[in-house]
């Protein structure tokens, strides 16, 4: 009888938490749509762009570690190679406005990184983890706002240059 009700409990406990979490988004599936502050300052959203570019959103953990900054310094680095295509690029995280502001200054970024402290964001996009931050996890979001391609396994030392390889592999479109 114990096990029975083990596995009973076992078993609304799953049910519960699957209807709880967020579908993971997949190539085909529109993005959600979002709007949130930039490093800079400035509001960002999808309505924004929708129609007009394409966007890559690289989603990270925590600002001030060791490999959301090496991330963040790739994209930085290899900013030239990305700006080469119609495309607005982004790094985003859970974090709060101000420690993203100071993590970019700190950094001397030339493009934004988003807040999702409310992590709705995060969530909506399929990425946010059982720890409360986003997974290490890039969303490339193509002109009509369908999913493109979602990228799992990034390299933070690499990403900048990742980016931009799979940008041309996309066919978005350069300058």
Known sequence: MRSILFLLFVLIGVTLISDNASAELTVGDDAPAWKLVGSDGKTYSSNDLKGKSAYVIAWFPRAFTGGCTKECKSLRENGEAIRKFD??????S????????????????????????????????????????????????????????????????????????KLESLGIDHK
């Open 94 to 165: 859970t974090d709060p406005e101000e420690k993203n502001r100071d993590f970019a200054k700190s950094l001397e970024l030339d493009y934004p990184i988003l807040s999702d402290p409310g992590k709705k964001v995060a969530d909506a996009f399929g990425c946010l983890n059982a720890r409360g931050s986003a997974s290490r996890w890039t969303f490339y979001v193509g002109k009509d706002g369908k999913v493109l391609h979602v990228d799992k396994k990034v390299k933070a030392a690499a990403h900048g240059s990742d980016i931009a390889d």
């Open 87 to 92: 495309v607005a690029y982004f790094t985003a």
